[in-house]
């Protein structure tokens, strides 16, 4: 069974950083494109970030570009999401997914941590 399980989050003040970590199982880590992605309140999910499986290529959101940093561990199967300069408009619940995102409402995610960005 695929599990995803994020932590890391919490409150920050505007300019602030955090570091959140995602602790994958049940599946060959290293096979697989690993994703963030997002849920600011009262709004749809959003894609964030992704990895490719070796870890050589990432990709942003414009949001989050210049801001964010996205990297793997394939021996402890873990994917981090180091978030500094952080915005009230960062605030979301964030979750990592499985592969890549081509359906947002239908991938394969965790059940997500709060991230929130506030004065």
């Known amino acids: 069974e695929v599990q995803l399980v994020e932590s890391g989050g919490g409150s920050v003040q505007p300019g602030g950083s955090l570091r959140l970590s995602c602790a994958a199982s049940?599946?060959?880590?290293?096979?697989?494109?690993m994703s963030w992605v997002r849920q600011p309140p009262g709004k749809e999910l959003e894609w964030v970030s992704q990895?490719?499986?070796?870890?050589?290529?990432?990709g942003y959101a414009d949001s989050v570009k210049g801001r964010f940093t996205i990297s793997r561990d394939n021996v402890k199967s873990m994917v981090y999401l180091q978030m500094n300069n952080l915005k009230p408009e960062d605030t979301a619940v964030y979750y990592c997914a499985q592969g890549v995102v081509v359906n947002i409402q239908t991938v394969l995610r965790g059940q997500g941590t709060q991230v929130t960005v506030s004065s």
């Open positions: 049940g599946f060959t880590f290293s096979d697989w494109t």
């Open positions: 990895i490719v499986s070796n870890g050589k290529t990432t």
